[in-house]
């Protein structure tokens, strides 16, 4: 079976300062990958999704950016933080299938991000 | 752009009674997602309605999809407690680069003994 996994599960820092955020996804190959954002008590907004190895696609311009070293890691990083980066970071996986529109996309259990 | 609206937004209710939450979203799509977020957690599938008047029943909760109007009804019979959480509507398009979706404010639901 799939499982996803997202490290680390809190963080607390500084503005100015650099961030990485790892996902791995076990048991399937060549998933598409998303990162999400998600602030207090609001919906979710996806930040990249990659169809993959190298392949970002960006939705929404800021200072964060994404990268798919391998075909199950996806990363999300920052050189500076902002305040407005603090929220709750999803990454989620699916594999979409020949003649199967369902296309789940399933969630890992998120990194909630404080910058102080 | 794809605009999604949930409501209501905040719903208690009380154990036993029936209640319906409304997804509305601006253009077309090809599939809805319902999901559900316990509080401090990720978000669980639920539901994909892939066709004009598709209903999907699990338990308590039935979702319906009406592409037409553009609506998605989660309906809610006979609550529990444990029905107690956030819930999100997800409209979305399958792409060659996999399905975008487009995720309403959330819907949370508290259900009072």
């Known amino acids: 079976s799939q499982t996803i996994h997202q490290w680390p599960a809190t963080l607390v820092q500084p503005v100015g300062s650099p961030l990485s955020l790892e996902c791995t996804v076990e048991g399937t190959s060549n998933p598409n990958l998303y990162w999400y954002r998600q602030a207090a008590g609001r919906g979710l907004q996806l930040l990249f999704y990659s169809v993959g190895i190298g392949q970002i696609s960006s939705e929404v311009p800021q200072n964060l950016s994404a990268s798919r070293p391998q075909d199950r890691q996806f990363i999300l990083s920052s050189k500076k933080l902002l305040l407005s980066d603090s929220g709750f970071y999803l990454c989620?996986?699916?594999?979409?299938?020949?003649?199967?529109?369902?296309?789940?996309?399933?969630f890992g259990p998120g990194t909630r991000l404080t910058v102080l | 752009e794809l605009k999604v609206e949930q409501n209501p937004l905040f719903l208690s209710m009380q154990e036993g009674k029936n209640y319906t939450i409304y997804c509305n979203y601006s253009t077309t799509s090809d599939r809805l997602y319902w999901y559900r977020q316990d509080p401090g957690k990720s978000l669980e599938s639920l539901f994909v309605?892939?066709?004009?008047?598709a209903v999907k029943q699990e338990g308590r909760l039935m979702a319906s999809l009406d592409t037409k109007a553009r609506l998605s009804t989660l309906h809610i019979t006979a609550a529990v407690h444990d029905l107690s959480a956030t819930y999100f509507c997800?409209?979305?398009?399958?792409?060659?680069?996999?399905?975008?979706?487009?995720f309403g404010e959330g819907t949370q639901l508290t259900v009072n003994p």
């Open positions: 997800a409209p979305g398009r399958l792409e060659t680069s996999g399905s975008r979706l487009t």
């Open positions: 989620a996986w699916s594999v979409p299938l020949p003649g199967d529109r369902t296309d789940t996309q399933y």
């Open positions: 309605l892939l066709s004009n008047g």
